[in-house]
């Protein structure tokens, strides 16, 4: 597995070795001794799986109390994938790094505890899917909004994006909870 670091501490891209051939391909997303071999958590409790059209935005979500890591891969279409950190402690607080995950591409981001996390789906449709560290607890869930000019996330789109109630609902950096 290659993994490249980003201009977020803790925030990985990870290439798997994809092994294909005339038949398709085959590649393992997961492998706890070489996550174990590369300082990556090794014990997930869920995995989700989200199906989204083209132009939805979902995000960018994260939990107060039982912040989650999330590893995360797109199996049909392709998103853009969103980190910002939240810990008010870090020289990045505040900072976004966004990627590129597509079915073609297999890329996986590792996106630790700490962090705001969102997606903007490129393709027609899209296949989401992730692992995280600890369990959704919607009492914990907030929402950073997805637009908010102190990030100035520079989203992949023309126009408005689709989001649901919530996330419309979004707080700034200013007025968000976040961590120490």
Not at 19 to 33: L, T, V
Not at 58 to 84: C, F, M, S, T, W
Not at 91 to 102: D, K, L, Y
Request: hydrophobic content about 40%.
């Amino acid at each position: 597995m290659n993994v490249i670091e980003t201009g977020l501490p803790g925030v990985l891209i990870l290439e798997p070795r994809v092994f294909g051939d005339a038949r398709g391909f085959f590649m393992e997303s997961y492998n706890r001794r070489r996550f174990a071999e590369l300082g990556l958590p090794t014990e997930f409790v869920q995995d989700n799986h989200s199906r989204s059209a083209r132009h939805v935005l979902r995000g960018l979500h994260y939990q107060i109390l039982q912040p989650q890591g999330k590893l995360v891969r797109v199996v049909r279409g392709a998103v853009y994938d969103v980190a910002v950190d939240l810990r008010r402690s870090s020289p990045t607080f505040g900072r976004w790094e966004g990627v590129e995950i597509t079915e073609e591409n297999k890329r996986m981001l590792w996106i630790p505890p700490g962090y705001a996390h969102g997606f903007l789906v490129l393709s027609e449709y899209a296949d989401f899917l992730y692992k995280t560290t600890d369990f959704y607890a919607p009492e914990h869930e907030r929402c950073l909004l997805w637009n908010d000019p102190q990030i100035g996330i520079d989203w992949p789109m023309a126009g408005e994006p689709i989001l649901s109630a919530k996330d419309k609902l979004g707080s700034t950096l200013a007025e968000a909870d976040v961590y120490a």
